[in-house]
């Protein structure tokens, strides 16, 4: 039951981690809380199921298509919509709500409200410690894990990553030391969807029109627990609410319907003690 309890809860952090260290990003660069963020998980999967299914393209091929697709189309929604209102938090969570929900119809009447046939990433089954795992829950782990590790190099190791995270600390400041502002947002606007996209497209058991937002509300539980903006967080954030969900699912299955309570409920209680997260900044009110 431990090792069962272990992969299951490394394997929904990984996901969760992923969701969430995109929505972090584009806050941190761009100051935006992307209430879409989810939504594009969503397309992704989608996206895969069209290619491979409907268009019978090899899967590899079909989950890369989908992850430029998406990435591509959350530019797109980028510069047209969230970027002109920038700066105006109330109408950019309007915006970005409005958003979801559009992508959510466009699927529904496209798709139909039933779930689309699951994509069967890999087949087969390995035992770790005796116990059954699948091949592609094997993969999806490995392939967030590579992600996570791929986005901290970048963000610390190259110049890119220096903008971002420039921008990130003080927008005026790198404006003044000749970074693009505005190209910044918009490059960790791709970042961030993609890793949503990656998310969404490693999910193998179908999709719905309303699959966003469930782990719309755990993310936002993460990056609040974390800390809103920090990356660091995110991560921590996302395997601590990764691991309390399959404790409470995996030891107490009739009240696995709570989860997403319990995640809420863990939050709360961090944000009394420590109400800028785990690994947020507390900044003073400017008088």
Excluded: C
């Excluded at 193998?204 to 627990?225: D, K, Q």
């Amino acid at each position: 039951m431990a090792t069962l309890i272990i992969i299951t809860g490394l394997i929904t952090s990984g996901k969760y981690a992923l969701l969430a260290v995109g929505f972090s990003l584009i806050f941190g660069a761009a100051r935006i809380i992307n209430l879409a963020h989810t939504a594009f998980y969503m397309l992704a999967a989608y996206m895969v199921y069209t290619f491979a299914i409907s268009l019978g393209l090899p899967l590899p091929l079909s989950i890369i298509l989908s992850i430029v697709s998406v990435a591509i189309i959350g530019v797109i929604s980028y510069k047209l919509v969230i970027d002109r209102v920038r700066g105006r938090e109330t109408t950019i969570l309007i915006v970005t709500i409005a958003l979801a929900i559009i992508i959510q119809e466009v699927m529904e009447i496209n798709f139909s409200t039933a779930p689309t046939e699951a994509v069967r990433v890999l087949s087969g089954f390995t035992k770790i410690l005796e116990t059954r795992v699948l091949w592609r829950d094997v993969l999806a782990f490995g392939v967030a894990l590579l992600m996570l590790l791929g986005t901290w190099a970048l963000l610390m190791k190259t110049r890119l990553g220096t903008a971002i995270r420039s921008t990130a600390q003080d927008r005026e400041v790198a404006n003044l030391m000749g970074i693009n502002v505005a190209r910044t947002g918009m490059i960790a606007m791709a970042i961030a969807v993609a890793l949503a996209a990656i998310a969404g497209a490693l999910v193998t058991t179908g999709a719905t029109p309303g699959m966003w937002m469930p782990p719309l509300v755990t993310v936002l539980a993460i990056v609040v627990l974390g800390g809103l903006g920090s990356i660091k967080g995110s991560f921590v954030g996302a395997f601590v609410l990764g691991f309390a969900e399959t404790l409470l699912v995996s030891l107490a299955p009739e009240h696995a319907f709570l989860e997403r309570a319990v995640a809420l409920a863990i939050m709360v209680v961090v944000i009394l003690i420590r109400p800028e997260g785990l690994f947020g900044v507390a900044f003073e009110e400017e008088r």
